[in-house]
């Protein structure tokens, strides 16, 4: 249930960096979360014992986390830390990166004692804003306090040092469990991480995690949740190809995916809930549009998972919509006095049942299996294996000439799906708004491909009529919600807010109906950006 299309990709004007630039020193980690009781199983697994290359050490790690007063390195994405084991102290910055969702700059130096030494970092390469710090400018923030047991492994090719973590997070009185596995990549392909995260998960009981353990000291420090994420602009260039292309969308679809799975699983608002749908919802768009061209059997399993997390979703967004935008902006609108508080009360119990349902499902195994197949998809590029020699074809063609024949394609599937738009039924007015929306996601995909104000015009017109559309839908949401309100014994009050709530929308949908006709002859009109 969306009242209006949102503004769903954040657009960054940052730069990528020239091929010439020096490369950061990269640590490439998946990081997985398991109960104690996981922990321990795995420490002694079979799994583990026949990869292992070494018995491994245990080893206490006690960090301290720094940063200025008003949080400027964590702002930035970065974060500072002195780690000490036994005798031994470790400098060590972080910085998030924008490409794999594994994968962050890092850089370390030994220190004498431990004393911060900023100097010894190399701040020309790191640049702004720590190079204008000094040490005497930050202060403790939190402090980690871990039991690490280390190994190393030989797995599928590549040598992982895969790490037990046990122990807690610590900002002032206030402290944080940690019980989680990091695999960390020291030579091989990133996608063998994956893998043997979904092997791992044949022995015990284990979550994606996608949080740091900054972040987190961040959040306990600051009690602030994580934030929902917004996608951001796909990273295709002029000169990639088909291939190439596909890679970047899908890729860009996960990471919007697992940047929500905090702050869903943290319940920080209903914001998050919507973002993880978005990202669902344009995995799937990706998916259904791609396999016209590259007809993948690899893209089944993925499409059917992410369609049945996307439905564990909807019932939480449909009545966080309700309690938080219908309700609420049909009292500003002129029904203030109509005591319809009285709908957000009685909606609660179910919101709370439908976030219950969502924590119950990010938590089973197969949320699990579906996350860590998807990585592992893109790392590999999957959807080449076992696809005839024309479909490899298309995937070494130019990413314009694809992008061009994939929107119109769904251009005219839109269209068709609006002939005779008068006399359409609502079912099919609701068809072509799903399809209206899949066009809308796929232009997104490609946009960085083309001119940006004829794109811009094209999607203007495109987002208007879908939100004429989407009035329509949103009364039909809402009188299914209300009748579950109404289910049983449902006070006067109660049933006199749902009828005034009933009414007032249908007045909204004849209202937006007029426009309909008006908006779909300009969508009808609107030329194409791609030609």
Not at 2 to 15: Q, T
Not at 110 to 129: H, R, S, V, Y
Not at 203 to 224: D, I, M
Not at 474 to 493: C, M, Q, V, W, Y
């Amino acid at each position: 249930m969306d009242a209006v299309p949102r503004d769903e990709v954040a657009h960054s004007d940052d730069a990528a960096p020239s091929a010439s630039q020096k490369q950061p020193p990269r640590e490439i980690e998946l990081k997985l979360a398991a109960s104690p009781e996981a922990l321990e199983t795995l420490r002694g697994a079979d799994l583990i014992e026949r990869h292992a290359r070494n018995q491994g050490v245990t080893r206490r790690l006690d960090a301290v986390y720094y940063d200025t007063p008003d949080r400027l390195l964590d702002r930035n994405g970065l974060s500072l830390r002195v780690r000490r084991s036994g005798k031994r102290h470790v400098q060590t910055l972080k910085r998030s990166g924008s490409g794999s969702p594994l994968a962050r700059d890092e850089w370390e130096v030994a220190l004498p004692d431990g004393t911060l030494d900023l100097a010894l970092l190399p701040l020309a390469e790191i640049g702004e804003p720590l190079a204008s710090l000094s040490a005497g400018q930050l202060a403790p923030v939190f402090a980690t306090r871990i039991r690490r047991r280390l190994r190393r492994l030989d797995y599928a090719g590549a040598l992982i040092e895969i790490a037990f973590d046990d122990g807690t997070i610590e900002a002032g009185e206030n402290s944080l469990p940690v019980s989680e596995v990091e695999l960390e990549l020291k030579e091989g392909e990133a996608a063998v991480l994956y893998e043997l995260g979904l092997a791992m998960l044949d022995v015990a009981p284990l979550q994606v995690a996608t949080q740091s353990k900054s972040a987190r000291g961040y959040g306990l420090a600051f009690s602030r949740l994580p934030r929902a994420v917004k996608a951001k602009p796909v990273e295709i260039g002029a000169h990639d190809n088909a291939d190439a292309a596909i890679a970047a969308i899908l890729g860009n679809t996960y990471r919007q995916l697992l940047g929500n799975l905090a702050p869903v699983a943290t319940r920080s608002g209903p914001e998050a809930v919507h973002q993880m749908r978005v990202s669902l919802r344009r995995l799937r768009s990706a998916l259904s549009v791609l396999k016209r061209e590259v007809a993948s059997p690899a893209f089944e399993p993925i499409g059917r998972e992410a369609k049945r997390l996307g439905h564990v979703l909807g019932p939480a967004r449909n009545w966080d919509v309700f309690i938080t935008q219908t309700v609420p902006d049909i009292e500003d609108e002129g029904l203030g006095d109509a005591g319809l508080s009285v709908l957000c009360k009685a909606a609660e119990p179910f919101q709370a049942m439908c976030y219950a349902a969502i924590e119950e499902r990010l938590a089973n195994p197969q949320t699990g299996r579906f996350l860590l197949s998807f990585g592992a998809l893109i790392e590999r590029r999957g959807w080449r294996g076992g696809l005839p020699s024309e479909a490899m074809t298309v995937l070494a063609e130019p990413a314009s000439a694809f992008a061009e024949r994939v929107l119109a394609r769904t251009h005219r599937q839109a269209l068709k799906r609006g002939r005779g738009f008068g006399s359409l039924q609502p079912e099919a007015r609701h068809e072509l708004r799903l399809a209206l929306k899949k066009l809308r996601y796929t232009a997104e995909f490609f946009l960085p491909l083309h001119d940006g104000a004829a794109a811009r015009k094209y999607l203007g017109r495109l987002s208007r009529l879908q939100e004429a559309l989407g009035l329509a839908n949103d009364a039909a949401t809402t009188h299914h919600l209300i009748a579950d309100l109404r289910h049983g014994k449902a006070s006067p009050e109660l049933q006199f807010a749902a009828g005034a709530v009933r009414g007032w929308q249908s007045r909204q949908t004849i209202e937006a109906g007029r426009k309909l006709k008006r908006r779909w002859r300009g969508f009808e009109a609107a030329s194409p950006f791609w030609t």
